[in-house]
């Protein structure tokens, strides 16, 4: 499903966002996501939200919107190279993932399209960002941003925007014409600290800017969690530590990797899994 929703000033021929949320609870996604502000009333740049249902991973999602973007197919996405091909005058279109359970506040579109403005002057190959995650490498990084996560206040102290070598997978964004896709294998874990990887590879570079949201997760970060959503991240993590072990360590805003199994030994540790109830 498809909203598409005009800019609404001169402005908004610099960016373009491409809002993209693959739904598992309708009643969240109608709670959270569609009751934002910024989506009622929209504001420079928001250019479409797409609602998709039955999204295998995160990567079967986001994609598409990627791939139909940047004009390029399947087999060909890859070659990107990081020049940026949109032509003067257009809007640089920007894929966002964001999670179902996330409200976007009345401002935030223009904070995020400035924020990436703003970056990208400071940064040229920028194609990744977020608004929340960690800058610095290995046992340097230290977090940034600004957000509301279970009613707790993340307002990191670093300043924004910034150099980001991970991103929360509640909310980023990809540059449409860089050539970075979503990979599949990681499911719906690990994908925003993936691209950021990805994009040190190409020589491309990731960020953190100044656009707050509020984050409702049910998640918990520790304690009882349901044993499905515990098997899905450590499979993620396994898929993650393999294909990048040469890099560890490889610090995330909810793990510190430092070598394979450290993502399974943290849930052994932290959490007891709860098994579903039967129907």
């Given amino acids: 499903m498809t909203h598409a929703i005009e800019p609404t000033n001169g402005e908004a021929a610099s960016v373009a966002l491409h809002l993209v949320c693959a739904v598992s609870d309708k009643a969240v996604l109608h709670r959270e996501l569609l009751s934002s502000e910024a989506l009622a009333q929209p504001r420079w740049p928001v250019a479409a939200v797409h609602i998709v249902h039955g999204a295998r991973s995160a990567a079967d999602a986001a994609n598409p919107a990627l ?89 990191e102290p670093t300043a924004l925007p910034c150099l980001a070598s991970s991103l929360d997978e509640l909310l980023v964004a990809v540059r449409a014409d860089s050539g970075l896709l979503f990979d599949a294998a990681l499911g719906f874990d690990f994908y925003a600290t993936d691209l950021c990887l990805q994009a040190q590879e190409r020589g491309l570079q990731a960020a953190v800017v100044h656009a707050p949201v509020m984050h409702a997760s049910s998640t918990p970060r520790s304690g009882v969690a349901p044993r499905r959503v515990l098997e899905r991240i450590a499979r993620s993590a396994d898929a993650f530590e393999h294909k990048w072990a040469a890099h560890l360590p490889v610090f995330t805003p909810c793990f510190e990797i430092r070598r394979p199994g450290d993502v399974r030994a943290f849930i052994h540790q932290h959490f007891q899994p709860l098994d579903d109830e039967p129907s």
């Fill in 67 to 155: 791939l139909r973007l940047s004009g390029l197919d399947v087999h060909g996405a890859a070659s990107g190279d990081g020049s940026h091909r949109s032509r003067a005058g257009e809007a640089v279109a920007w894929v966002v993932w964001v999670h179902q359970d996330v409200r976007l506040p009345g401002d935030w579109a223009w904070q995020f399209g400035q924020g990436l403005v703003e970056a990208q002057r400071q940064w040229p190959a920028l194609a990744v960002a977020g608004v929340y995650g960690l800058t610095g490498w290995g046992e340097q990084a230290v977090r940034a941003g600004d957000i509301d996560d279970r009613g707790t206040a993340l307002k």
